[in-house]
């Protein structure tokens, strides 16, 4: 079967927030699993994110959740044009009261996260980079709820957040068990932080990655971790 590649996808907004960013690229390739039936990508955008789940977890039912109704729609025709649209579910509801009938064994997501941020005026824009429709607390707290026992949730997010989030896991029985620091540059201190959290706290195993080397080149590792979903690599 032909794989999902980047330049096949389509975005249709002309707005930057929901384009296809490097963060989602990153936590698509990095996120890890076995025998995985069930996924749930939160905050969906574009779909983008639970595409990549799709062609890597190929047994796996995505469920995507999404709160904004134009992303929504958008990310519902990407599925439905995509070669896996049976097994991607795309969801218009809040996350916060979204009703979950069986836990999932991997959920993903790349959430708002400039909570502390001005807010631009455009409300889309807001919504989709911005913490108020879902607080980092609640993505936890609900993350925990529809988890399964040993299932993972993997998130991508600004290094500053590390801090807040280590404080809030232990509370819900979570941990954090694979950390990497992603570096823009060589010459750049780390500025993303890609998480994998489930409720075994016994191992925590570190990584780095560095996304583009001296040059403004793409980084081998970089390549290495995304060559299945870029044509060039």
Known sequence: MEAFRFKQFSVNHEDAAFKVGTDSVLLGAWVRGEGIDRI??????????????????GNAEIDAVEIDEASALEAKLN?????????????????????????????????????????????????????????????????????????KLSLVMPADLLPRIEALLPAKGLAINRLCKVFPKPTKDWNRVLLEISRNAGRNEIEELTIRDQQGDYSPDYKKLTAEFYPAF
């Open 79 to 151: 599925f439905e044009q995509s070669r896996w649209s049976e097994r991607l579910h795309l969801i218009h509801a809040d996350f916060a009261t979204y009703k979950v009938d069986n836990p999932y064994e991997l959920i993903v997501s790349n959430p708002p996260f400039f909570q502390n941020d001005l807010l631009s005026g455009d409300a889309r824009k807001d919504q989709a980079r911005h913490g108020q429709q879902l607080p980092l607390e609640m993505l936890i707290q609900r993350s925990a709820e529809i988890l399964s026992e040993n299932g």
């Open 40 to 57: 749930l990508d939160i905050g969906t955008g574009s779909g983008l994110l639970a595409l990549m789940m799709a062609q890597r977890f």
